[in-house]
């Protein structure tokens, strides 16, 4: 065995240390974690796994440029990070669209701010994910959005639900309190290097068109470190506390379900439903947190409710979205209850819109060059909401997505226009047929979860 090939192993072997401690010994302080972060095969992992082609922050550093000298390079960060000289520098302000219209605010950070935080997480994460209960989904290493989607549309069908409360934390990142955020991490790290580490990039800043903006409050988006923090912090003034609420305050079957900060929950009793929401509200207001008013909802949804309104004479149920889709209530081709997920038509617009910018940015590239494009877009659309019985909406986008093009090529020039017939040849070449490419809940949820909850 190689001295490379030993000391990349005698690292993950740290790590499995790191994790077999946690699990075993829910109360202990970990006190010398720093050097499992500056180890020089950590920084170079966490290199190669950030994207090549990502914006630079604000010191114009990129990825090629950094690997042109990356030995040296890598060496003089582990060093100043070991001796305390390590100093973050400012995330680049950056803003993305919304579903909604509006702006999300993100924040990209130095290219050596990413690879420490990139390790930091990692190292972190082998402790927390011990601690993380069940039904959190959110940026967590096995775990994806799907699986999140996968445990609500179960847990409606499989468990005693007449009752969703869709909830909203308004402008989480920007609310989260960093005297919070550090004492829930000293609950398990006591190297004060490392907690030193973490203030740091809070307190960086952001800079937006020359301008340094820091604040006592929040957590900037966008950081390979922010995922994790977002979790620890919800894990300890939310997590815990559900769990404890449903063990000791419910009457009836709670479900809940979290990815980052959208979660939804769903009762039987709409007693229980109605005290969890003013009792989540205060718990969240103590740690500087608020359900967003006109987006938290309790709406009477499940197996019973079509029924029940029907016979009340007040419509069909509700609907409510989450990560992407909005959820209904349906049956199958045998009349049996279902939660039916659709593609929002919020997000649907939001796409729509983001394409046909992208196309009038590109009107007077060769149709081959359109074409690569937007079957990139095609394919990945369907990739993420391709769930069974969402055949209609996926096959509405491809259409939707050929009449900009359309719109676009015949704009090209006023004398000529594009006849129909050869945009479909155009379609049938370019634009992928949608399939669904996820099996039904149930059939992942239970080889993933091997029949335990992760509802709970």
Not at 71 to 80: A, P, T
Not at 239 to 265: F, T
Request: aromatic residues 10%; charged residues 30%.
């Amino acid at each position: 065995m190689s001295r490379r090939t030993s000391r990349v192993y005698d690292v993950q072997t740290a790590l499995d240390g790191i994790r077999q401690t946690a699990r075993g010994r829910r109360d202990a302080r970990f006190d010398n974690l720093l050097h499992h972060i500056y180890a020089i095969e950590r920084l170079r992992a966490a290199y190669h796994a950030i994207k090549r082609d990502a914006a630079a922050g604000v010191d114009g550093q990129t990825w090629h440029g950094y690997g042109e000298a990356l030995e040296e390079n890598l060496l003089d960060l582990s060093d100043r990070l070991a001796r305390g000289g390590y100093r973050p520098q400012p995330a680049k302000r950056v803003y993305i669209d919304k579903a909604d219209g509006s702006k999300r605010p993100l924040g990209v950070p130095a290219l050596e701010d990413k690879l420490v935080q990139r390790a930091s997480a990692e190292v972190l994460g082998a402790i927390y994910e011990q601690d993380f209960l069940g039904f959190s989904y959110g940026f967590r290493p096995g775990r994806s959005a799907h699986d999140a989607l996968d445990a609500v549309a179960v847990g409606v069908t499989a468990r005693k639900v007449n009752w969703i409360l869709d909830a909203d934390i308004s402008k989480f990142f920007d609310t989260i309190e960093h005297d919070w955020l550090i004492k829930f991490i000293e609950h398990r790290v006591a190297d004060t290097r490392v907690v030193r580490l973490i203030k740091k990039w809070l307190y960086a800043g952001v800079l937006e068109d020359g301008r340094l903006t820091q604040s006592e409050m929040g957590t900037v988006q966008g950081g390979s470190i922010s995922p994790l923090l977002a979790n620890i912090y919800l894990h300890y003034a939310f997590d815990l506390w559900v769990k404890q609420w449903r063990e000791r305050h419910a009457r009836g079957d709670v479900i809940v379900v979290r990815y980052a900060d959208d979660w939804v929950a769903g009762f039987q009793l709409q007693g229980d439903a109605e005290r969890f929401k003013r009792a989540v509200a205060e718990r969240l207001e103590q740690f500087g947190l608020k359900l967003h008013p006109d987006k938290t909802r309790l709406i009477e949804f499940g197996r019973f409710a079509r029924e029940n309104r029907r016979r009340e004479g007040r419509g069909k149920p509700q609907t409510f979205d989450f990560l992407g889709f909005t959820h209904c209530c349906g049956t199958t081709r045998k009349g049996k209850f279902m939660v039916l997920r659709l593609t929002s038509a919020k997000r649907l617009r939001a796409k729509l819109q983001a394409v046909k910018i992208e196309l009038r940015r590109r009107m007077h590239h060769s149709v081959p060059e359109q074409g690569q494009y937007l079957r990139a877009v095609v394919a990945g659309h369907g990739r993420y909401f391709g769930v069974p019985c969402n055949g209609a909406r996926l096959r509405t986008f491809r259409h939707q997505v050929a009449g900009l093009w359309h719109r676009t090529l015949c704009r090209r020039s006023q004398s000529r226009s594009v006849r129909w017939r050869r945009m479909y040849r155009m379609m049938k070449h370019w634009l992928p047929i949608p399939k669904i490419c996820h099996p039904y809940p149930g059939q992942r949820l239970i080889v993933i979860t091997q029949g335990r909850s992760r509802m709970r």
